[in-house]
């Protein structure tokens, strides 16, 4: 896996989420393409530090979500149909992030923007 994970013991967030959260964002982001593969369960979870079973349940929820799957022989790889966002959409929030970090917002805050943003009803384009 070419995309690095990090995890942040004592955050609020837990484990498991923080790492099925990074994998779908790298695969948005198109860091992880379609039949990339991600490191065996044990493996990773020596690489953070963590019990298998956490790794393991972020792998089912990923694959829950249609972002991987699992083959016998191939392991777990990033799925075909995995939602990779629109060049257009991946720009926009780019630019987010710069304007976000340039305010001085942490990450949370410029997310919790975004969730916020996500709970307003559609409007129509002006």
Not at 81 to 101: D, Q, S, T
């Amino acid at each position: 896996m070419s995309a690095r994970l990090e995890v942040e013991l004592d955050s609020a967030v837990p484990v498991y989420e923080q790492i099925r959260a990074q994998v779908a964002a790298h695969v948005a982001a198109g860091r992880l393409a379609a039949g990339d593969r991600l490191p065996p369960i044990r493996t990773l979870a020596a690489d953070l530090g963590l019990a298998p079973g956490t790794v393991a349940r972020a792998f089912r929820e990923l694959e829950a979500a249609g972002v991987v799957v699992t083959r016998r022989r191939t392991g777990t790889v990033v799925a075909e149909r995995a939602a990779v966002a629109h060049p257009e959409v991946r720009a926009a929030a780019e630019r987010y992030v710069a304007a976000a970090r340039a305010a001085g917002l942490c990450d949370e805050a410029a997310i919790d923007l975004v969730r916020g943003a996500l709970l307003q009803p559609d409007r129509e384009p002006a």
